[in-house]
């Protein structure tokens, strides 16, 4: 994958990318999940899909495999070639093992054969908004992080480099060549603007990012 793409996080709604050839079955999901309270974008092929596609968390792309021009493989492929990390549900009604192999190797969340129930459809649907959803608490956590990190002086931008490094006080006196109590007081200022009470929670906090 190349780097990541951005994507606008909006907790309050679920949404749902639906790429299918067949009308009429593309009108029956979009119906299931608007009236199971998903927001859809449907697209009768992956060159319309494409074209229109702004990445939204929480969602989730439901492609056909089997389309004309670019199929679910090709569209998954176009997709990560440029950084979008959104769950993708595979629908078939005849794929080769080669192509659902491929497709699981590439990160699909899941990979459902026609006919399917709508149980089953809306189950893992569910699932992978979830997974969608945990994905934008991480990228809202990181964003949060980075704007907190430009409230740091320099000083105190020194100190958090080195207490995530696992530097205690008396190592930070030795590094800085600060006293005792002026180390303290930029710990505090750290942990302060970072909202964390602990310098393993610091440690977790910037691991993560």
Same mark, same amino acid.
């Given at each position: ?24 079955? /593309? ?56 950084? %979008? ?34 149980? $089953?459809?809306?189950?893992?649907? $569910? ?27 320099? /000083? ?19 590094? @800085? ?8 007081? %930029? ?12 310098? $393993?929670? @610091? ?7």
């Amino acid at each position: 994958m190349n780097g990541s793409a951005k994507a606008n996080v909006i907790f309050n709604k679920k949404f749902v990318y639906l790429v299918e050839d067949d009308d009429d079955l /593309r009108s029956d999901l979009e119906r299931a999940l608007q009236l199971s309270g998903y927001t859809t974008f449907s697209y009768a092929n992956s060159e319309q899909f494409l074209s229109a596609f702004e990445p939204l968390v929480p969602a989730v792309l439901v492609t056909d495999m089997r389309m004309p021009k670019k199929n679910g493989i090709q569209l998954q492929a176009d997709l990560l070639e440029q950084g %979008h990390q959104l769950p993708i549900i595979f629908i078939s009604g005849e794929s080769s093992d080669a192509q659902i192999i491929k497709a699981f190797r590439n990160g699909a969340f899941d990979f459902l054969l026609k006919p399917f129930s709508r149980e $089953a459809f809306l189950g893992t649907v $569910a699932k992978a908004i979830e997974q969608s959803t945990m994905v934008g608490q991480e990228l809202s956590r990181k964003a949060q992080l980075a704007e907190a990190l430009k409230t740091l002086t320099p /000083r105190e931008r020194q100190v958090f480099s080195l207490m995530v490094k696992g530097y205690g006080n008396k190592e930070l006196v030795d590094e @800085l060549g600060l006293a005792l109590p002026t180390v303290k007081q %930029h710990k505090s200022e750290v942990m302060g603007k970072l909202c964390v009470s602990s310098l $393993a929670e @610091l440690m977790t906090l910037n691991a993560s990012s």
